[in-house]
């Protein structure tokens, strides 16, 4: 390529929106077409990491200059962090089914497929990395296991190979909430409160005895504890930005994910939280046995829970560091 | 007496169920008068235990050949067991609110202020003990606080002197589902999924891990997980048993439950359960150290987590044979 056009290249904006096609075959529900909304984030010629998120997520990482809005992985992703954008090319999806128009059952393996269509029309050969948080780590172990070429390394976070039975029964409930509250209301209150019994199990009793421990009042005659504004905040928040069918479908997906750990051969971190009621400590410690020596496991204790890559962000990349090796870095 | 009367003292039924009219002062509500339904069941010269239950437990304790069928207590109840009615006169009631005819805040307070007044028109000026199981724990640490005279020796099981800030947002959660419930349908609904939240509650992962460990399936498109069967058996069961406004008002009656424990000065066994996801073991310590030397903690590991008491059946007696000291026994 001519010296000339070498400014054009570097005018090419280091923050890409876009979607693409894919012709997927769901594993429960058969063929589908879709279009996979993805951004992109960071040098055209820097190693591409992929970074995903919990169920609520989408492709929008954190605020740049182009669209400075903060993302979802504000506090993870930046200049002083490990995932930095000037190091790193991120790239990142809206989830299958995140918009709310597929009312099918949704799986893990599906999401991988998407993201196998996705990295040839971005002319991503492999990824140097796929880095997943709760939802987004089931997606990565499936990417590893169904497409092991497209990526190098693999770091999951608060996510194990199967969904514990005690944490499937609670997101039933959620969704049997979604239901009922349809029934009567359209989609907000059942959803709301879905979201509320939702945030018990992404938090910890540890968190509410210390923010929530005074007496409760009485409004109306009716008993309301301390919890409840917190509460009430959290579902209306939800409501604005997850339609309840990719809450649903999105939920499900966590019950149907199933990974055998033997079936991901590549170099694993495996990043777990002691006290997380949603993925227990000891499923993540057989995640690590079933991977074996390709695995590291690394256990943070956090009163935040299953949500503490979203608040212990300086402890999360500290461990991502060491997971990752950043481009540039001696070591 | 008379010596030929002797044969009529001893064809008095053991086992009496009646009920007698209180004038309360509700902590919350105020005056009320109400009928509070008890039973008897035991030697009329015995020593009076009085056994008080969850919040859906009742004044049958267990069958006799007056009224045979199973009770609450049945695996705790009998002439094998600790609280044998052949040794002890056992007395328990229908709490306050328990027929879903009293739509107010009921405090557990209020559940003591009953017993108080109970005792005497059922000619008992003091009970040898109390055995509070859960909810009855709250309402046996209220009675010690409050009428110290009527009673000899406390026992508290699963229950603390506050409700724990994360315990009382997931029954908040709870009233919340039935509240949306009765919008749509009447009371069943949304009371039978409270009740399943309840569950959760009183479960524990490791009992769901054993017994709910298989793959989900699809039932018209939707995802059903192993553990829904067992959770609907028991919404429909307790929405048999239990009217809505009952529920949600001795719900309401935990959160609103709050004892300081250097108010009780009475000999107290405290037996926790660790894996209680209600009831940490962290505020049974700290029940403990308030009650200070008249206090001593047992604790019982198990899967059943809250539960225990009703599933651990052999276990607690063991702990309650060394509390309570029963009559005619050496030690």
Same mark, same amino acid.
């Given at each position: 390529?001519?010296?000339?056009?070498?400014?054009?290249?570097?005018?090419?904006?280091?923050?890409?929106?876009?979607?693409?096609?894919?012709?997927?075959?769901?594993?429960?529900?058969?063929?589908?077409?879709?279009?996979?909304?993805?951004?992109?984030?960071?040098?055209?010629?820097?190693?591409?990491?992929?970074?995903?998120?919990?169920?609520?997520? #989408?492709?929008?990482?954190?605020?740049?200059?182009?669209?400075?809005?903060?993302?979802?992985?504000?506090?993870?992703?930046?200049?002083?962090?490990?995932?930095?954008?000037?190091?790193?090319?991120?790239?990142?999806?809206?989830?299958?089914?995140?918009?709310?128009?597929?009312?099918?059952?949704?799986?893990?393996?599906?999401?991988?497929?998407?993201?196998?269509?996705?990295?040839?029309?971005?002319?991503?050969?492999?990824?140097?990395?796929?880095?997943?948080?709760?939802?987004?780590?089931?997606?990565?172990?499936?990417?590893?296991?169904?497409?092991?070429?497209?990526?190098?390394?693999?770091?999951?976070?608060?996510?194990?190979?199967?969904?514990?039975?005690?944490?499937?029964?609670?997101?039933?409930?959620?969704?049997?909430?979604?239901?009922?509250?349809?029934?009567?209301?359209?989609?907000?209150?059942?959803?709301?409160?879905?979201?509320?019994?939702?945030?018990?199990?992404?938090?910890?009793?540890?968190?509410?005895?210390?923010?929530?421990?005074?007496?409760?009042?009485?409004? #109306?005659?009716?008993?309301?504890?301390?919890?409840?504004?917190?509460?009430?905040?959290?579902?209306?928040?939800?409501?604005?930005?997850?339609?309840?069918?990719?809450?649903?479908?999105?939920?499900?997906?966590?019950?149907?994910?199933?990974?055998?750990?033997?079936?991901?051969?590549?170099?694993?971190?495996?990043?777990?939280?002691?006290?997380?009621?949603?993925?227990?400590?000891?499923?993540?410690?057989?995640?690590?046995?079933?991977?074996?020596?390709?695995?590291?496991?690394?256990?943070?204790?956090?009163?935040?829970?299953?949500?503490?890559?979203?608040?212990?962000?300086?402890?999360?990349?500290?461990?991502?560091?060491?997971?990752?090796?950043?481009?540039?870095?001696?070591?």
């Amino acid at each position: 390529m001519p010296a000339a056009l070498a400014p054009v290249a570097t005018a090419v904006p280091t923050h890409v929106r876009g979607s693409h096609r894919a012709e997927l075959v769901l594993r429960h529900a058969g063929p589908l077409v879709a279009r996979i909304g993805y951004e992109l984030q960071g040098p055209a010629d820097a190693p591409v990491l992929f970074v995903a998120g919990g169920i609520s997520a #989408n492709r929008h990482l954190a605020g740049s200059a182009l669209w400075p809005e903060p993302g979802w992985a504000q506090g993870l992703v930046g200049a002083q962090r490990t995932l930095d954008p000037g190091r790193w090319r991120l790239l990142s999806m809206d989830y299958l089914g995140a918009d709310g128009q597929l009312d099918l059952p949704i799986d893990t393996a599906d999401q991988a497929q998407a993201i196998a269509q996705l990295l040839p029309q971005l002319g991503i050969a492999q990824l140097a990395g796929f880095v997943g948080y709760s939802y987004g780590a089931l997606v990565g172990l499936q990417l590893a296991a169904q497409h092991p070429s497209l990526l190098q390394r693999l770091v999951v976070v608060s996510g194990a190979h199967r969904p514990h039975p005690y944490a499937s029964a609670w997101r039933a409930l959620q969704r049997r909430a979604v239901a009922l509250g349809q029934l009567q209301y359209g989609d907000a209150h059942g959803l709301a409160l879905a979201r509320q019994f939702a945030m018990l199990s992404y938090r910890t009793p540890e968190e509410f005895d210390e923010r929530f421990d005074a007496a409760p009042v009485l409004i #109306n005659g009716r008993v309301r504890v301390p919890a409840e504004d917190y509460l009430d905040a959290a579902g209306a928040r939800f409501v604005g930005r997850m339609p309840a069918t990719a809450f649903v479908r999105l939920s499900e997906s966590i019950d149907l994910h199933r990974v055998d750990p033997a079936q991901v051969q590549l170099p694993t971190t495996v990043i777990a939280v002691e006290g997380d009621r949603l993925v227990p400590l000891a499923d993540m410690v057989n995640l690590v046995e079933g991977l074996g020596s390709r695995a590291t496991l690394r256990v943070l204790r956090s009163a935040y829970g299953h949500d503490a890559f979203l608040k212990e962000t300086d402890r999360i990349d500290a461990l991502l560091a060491s997971a990752l090796h950043p481009p540039g870095e001696t070591r």
